[in-house]
C-alpha cells in the first residue's frame, strides 16, 4: 500500500468527507463561482454598506467636493467679470441726476441730506448699506433660496445703489436681465462715488409721491419747511414714501401714510438709531401737512 502523506490528502481515492475538509478562509480563490460558493455570496471582504469603510473613500469626497467648489468660484468669477465689463460705466451718473432734475424743474444738487432723513431711509430701505459692497449678499442668498424653493421671489432685496440705478439707468425696465444689471450698475456706484454722494443723488431724484421729485420738493410740498427743518416723525414719512409713493401720499390717503410712517419709525428702533419712547413721542406728534406747491419754502 502506497503511503499517503499531507500532500495526497484529498485525492481522488480518498473519502468525500476528507475531500471538503479545506479551510475556505485560506483556500486559493478559484476562477469561478458557483451557487453556494464561499467566495460568492457571503465573500470575506467587508461590506461598505454594513458598516465596513473602503480605504481613501472619504478622502476622495473631500477631494471631489473641494474641486466642484473651486470649479464653481472660478466660474462665478468669469461670470461676474463679463458682466463688469458689459455694463455701461457709472461716471456719468451725476450728469444723469442732473438731467433727471432738470426735466423734472427741480434744482440740482438740492440740499444736503439731514441725519434724520439719511437714518430714517436707512433703515427701513437699507439697514446695511454702510457696509456692503453695492449689494446685500444676505438678501440675494433669501430671494435665491425662496426662489429654489419655490416660494415665489421674495422681495427687498434692492439696495439704495440698485435703486438709484433703476432711476438712472433702466427706468421703466423689468426682467431678469434688468436686475442683473441693476446689481452690476449698483456695485460699480459703490466704488465710484462715496456713501454720502450716494444719499445726496438718490434723494435728488426719488419720487416722493404727489407729484414732489427730489427731497427739497417733498420736504417743502408736504411740511412747509426746508430738508434741515424735518422733525423725526417728518422725516420717516418720507423715508416711507420711496416704496409707494402714490399708495402711501400722505395727502391723499393720510391713513396709510401714517401706517409707513409708523413701520419707519420701528425699523428705527430695530436697528438701534433710536428707542421705543423716543418711537412712540414721535408717533404721537401727529403729521402737519401744508400740502402747498412748495415754491414758498426757506432754502
Same mark, same amino acid.
Given at each position: 500500500?502506497?503511503? /499517503?502523506?499531507?500532500a495526497?490528502?484529498?485525492?481522488p481515492?480518498?473519502?468525500?468527507?476528507?475531500?471538503?475538509g479545506?479551510?475556505?478562509q485560506?483556500?486559493?480563490?478559484?476562477?469561478?463561482t458557483?451557487?453556494g460558493?464561499?467566495?460568492g455570496d457571503?465573500?470575506?471582504?467587508?461590506d461598505?454598506?454594513?458598516g465596513g /469603510?473602503?480605504p481613501? /473613500?472619504g478622502?476622495?469626497l473631500?477631494r471631489r467636493?473641494?474641486?466642484?467648489l473651486?470649479?464653481?468660484v472660478?466660474?462665478?468669477?468669469v461670470?461676474?467679470g463679463?458682466?463688469?465689463?458689459v455694463?455701461p460705466s457709472v461716471q456719468d451718473?451725476?450728469?444723469?441726476a442732473?438731467?433727471?432734475?432738470?426735466a423734472h424743474h427741480?434744482?440740482y444738487p438740492?440740499?444736503?441730506?439731514p441725519?434724520l432723513f439719511a437714518e430714517?431711509?436707512?433703515?427701513?430701505e437699507d439697514h446695511r448699506?454702510y457696509?456692503?459692497p453695492?449689494?446685500?449678499?444676505f438678501?440675494?442668498? /433669501? $430671494?435665491?433660496?425662496?426662489?429654489v424653493a419655490?416660494h415665489?421671489s421674495?422681495q427687498?432685496?434692492?439696495?439704495l445703489?440698485?435703486?438709484?440705478?433703476?432711476?438712472?439707468?433702466?427706468?421703466?425696465?423689468s426682467?431678469?436681465?434688468?436686475? $442683473?444689471?441693476? $446689481?452690476?450698475?449698483?456695485?460699480?456706484?459703490d466704488?465710484?462715488f462715496?456713501k454720502?454722494?450716494?444719499?445726496r443723488?438718490?434723494?435728488?431724484v426719488?419720487?416722493?409721491?404727489?407729484?414732489?421729485?427730489?427731497?427739497?420738493?417733498a420736504?417743502?410740498?408736504y411740511?412747509?419747511t426746508?430738508p434741515?427743518g424735518?422733525?423725526l416723525p417728518?422725516a420717516a414719512?418720507?423715508?416711507?414714501l420711496?416704496q409707494?409713493?402714490?399708495?402711501?401720499?400722505p395727502?391723499?390717503?393720510y391713513?396709510?401714510g401714517?401706517a409707513?410712517?409708523?413701520h419707519?419709525l420701528?425699523r428705527l428702533?430695530?436697528?438701534?438709531k433710536?428707542?421705543?419712547a423716543?418711537?412712540?413721542?414721535a408717533y404721537a406728534?401727529?403729521?402737519?401737512l401744508?400740502?402747498?406747491?412748495?415754491?414758498?419754502?426757506?432754502?
Amino acid at each position: 500500500m502506497t503511503a /499517503r502523506g499531507p500532500a495526497w490528502e484529498g485525492g481522488p481515492g480518498d473519502p468525500p468527507a476528507a475531500r471538503m475538509g479545506y479551510d475556505p478562509q485560506t483556500a486559493p480563490l478559484p476562477y469561478g463561482t458557483t451557487p453556494g460558493d464561499p467566495y460568492g455570496d457571503t465573500a470575506p471582504y467587508p461590506d461598505p454598506g454594513r458598516g465596513g /469603510r473602503r480605504p481613501g /473613500r472619504g478622502r476622495r469626497l473631500l477631494r471631489r467636493l473641494a474641486a466642484l467648489l473651486v470649479t464653481l468660484v472660478v466660474l462665478a468669477g468669469v461670470i461676474f467679470g463679463l458682466l463688469y465689463l458689459v455694463t455701461p460705466s457709472v461716471q456719468d451718473a451725476p450728469a444723469r441726476a442732473r438731467a433727471f432734475d432738470q426735466a423734472h424743474h427741480v434744482a440740482y444738487p438740492g440740499p444736503p441730506v439731514p441725519a434724520l432723513f439719511a437714518e430714517s431711509l436707512v433703515a427701513t430701505e437699507d439697514h446695511r448699506f454702510y457696509s456692503e459692497p453695492g449689494i446685500d449678499l444676505f438678501a440675494v442668498a /433669501r $430671494v435665491a433660496a425662496a426662489t429654489v424653493a419655490g416660494h415665489g421671489s421674495a422681495q427687498g432685496g434692492a439696495t439704495l445703489y440698485q435703486q438709484l440705478a433703476k432711476m438712472l439707468y433702466t427706468p421703466g425696465a423689468s426682467g431678469v436681465n434688468t436686475e $442683473v444689471e441693476q $446689481v452690476m450698475l449698483g456695485i460699480k456706484l459703490d466704488l465710484a462715488f462715496s456713501k454720502p454722494q450716494i444719499l445726496r443723488m438718490y434723494s435728488d431724484v426719488a419720487y416722493f409721491g404727489h407729484g414732489y421729485y427730489g427731497l427739497a420738493a417733498a420736504s417743502c410740498g408736504y411740511f412747509g419747511t426746508a430738508p434741515a427743518g424735518l422733525t423725526l416723525p417728518e422725516a420717516a414719512t418720507l423715508a416711507g414714501l420711496v416704496q409707494a409713493p402714490s399708495v402711501d401720499d400722505p395727502i391723499a390717503h393720510y391713513a396709510l401714510g401714517r401706517a409707513r410712517e409708523a413701520h419707519v419709525l420701528g425699523r428705527l428702533v430695530a436697528t438701534g438709531k433710536i428707542t421705543a419712547a423716543q418711537s412712540a413721542n414721535a408717533y404721537a406728534q401727529g403729521l402737519h401737512l401744508v400740502g402747498g406747491s412748495g415754491q414758498s419754502c426757506p432754502s
